[in-house]
């Protein structure tokens, strides 16, 4: 009868360590796409700035170069935004990475004790085979000297 729980119990606590790995990939992909979207507005940011200087080269007036600006600022905004963003993206994924670890500890745990009981079962189970066998040379020599 335990060892019917300790299975029940085992599957329970693999469902929620697959739960538990599926939440840190998606925490560490998050954490991914935002460390690309850093990377894509760095280089747009760089590319825009070549742009503006070889602009300026031609020669721009004042107002043309205030929107250049303004643009610059606004891609300065986004990747703070997005460092933040991957912040908070990083805590995330090693908040699920340690609740998959204790959770794959769980799984560990629920299989050693499971693997105690079978052999405890086996054990019990070879106890009686060896108390039949005995049971029957007993048998068998008690009717030969009668």
Same mark, same amino acid.
Do not use: P
């Given at each position: 009868?335990?060892?019917? +729980? ?10 929620? =360590? +697959? ?7 998606? &925490?560490?992909?998050? !954490?991914?796409?935002? %460390?690309?979207? %850093? ?7 760089? =590319? !825009? ?8 080269? $031609?020669?721009?007036?004042? &107002?043309?170069?205030?929107? !250049?600006? &303004?643009?610059?600022? @606004? ?5 703070? +935004?997005? =460092?933040?963003?991957? @912040?908070?993206?990083?805590? %995330? ?12 500890? #769980?799984?560990? &745990? ?10 405890? %079962?086996?054990?019990?189970?070879? #106890? @009686? =085979?060896?108390?039949?066998?005995? $049971? ?11």
């Amino acid at each position: 009868m335990a060892n019917k +729980q300790l299975v029940i119990l085992l599957r329970f606590e693999k469902e929620k =360590e +697959q739960q538990r790995a599926q939440e840190l990939q998606t &925490a560490e992909q998050a !954490y991914q796409d935002n %460390l690309s979207r %850093l990377s894509s507005i760095g280089d747009f940011r760089l =590319e !825009y700035m070549k742009k503006v200087q070889q602009r300026s080269l $031609e020669g721009i007036d004042s &107002a043309t170069y205030g929107h !250049y600006h &303004a643009f610059i600022n @606004k891609l300065d905004n986004a990747s703070g +935004q997005i =460092e933040i963003a991957i @912040k908070q993206a990083q805590a %995330l994924a090693q908040q699920c990475k340690q609740q998959w670890l204790l959770q794959h500890q #769980k799984v560990k &745990a629920v299989e050693l004790l499971l693997s105690k009981q079978q052999q405890k %079962l086996a054990l019990i189970a070879a #106890k @009686k =085979e060896q108390k039949m066998f005995d $049971e029957i040379a007993t048998q068998q020599f008690v009717r030969r000297h009668y």
